[in-house]
């Protein structure tokens, strides 16, 4: 996993999702190499965005926007970086 984040505080993880993939609200299901991206917004949620590696469009994350847990965006990150890696349709 290479993990950053940006200016606008949202960090970004290049990971490959796992068998079954991950669910979208756009698209449905995407596998294979993707790019996620938990992105800080207003009151406390966090928007959970993915991408195919290297493509111009972002999807949402079925499930998303969700709550920023106590123990901040870097575990809730982590966290669905390791779901949408463990696949089966992987939701936020």
């Known amino acids: 996993m290479t993990a950053g984040a940006a200016d606008d505080g949202r960090l970004v993880s290049a990971i490959e999702a796992g068998p079954g993939g991950a669910m979208t609200d756009e698209v449905g299901v995407i596998t294979g190499d993707v790019t996620l991206a938990t992105v ?40 669905l970086v390791e779901r949408v890696e463990s696949g089966g349709a992987a939701q936020a």
Do not use: F, K, M, N
């Not at 406390?44 to 493509?55: N, P, S």
């Not at 998303?64 to 106590?70: A, D, E, L, M």
């Open 40 to 79: 800080p917004v207003a009151d406390g949620l966090a928007r959970v965005e993915i991408q195919y590696t290297d493509a111009d469009e972002w999807y949402t994350l079925t499930g998303s926007p969700v709550p920023v847990p106590p123990d901040g965006l870097a575990a809730l990150h982590e966290r």
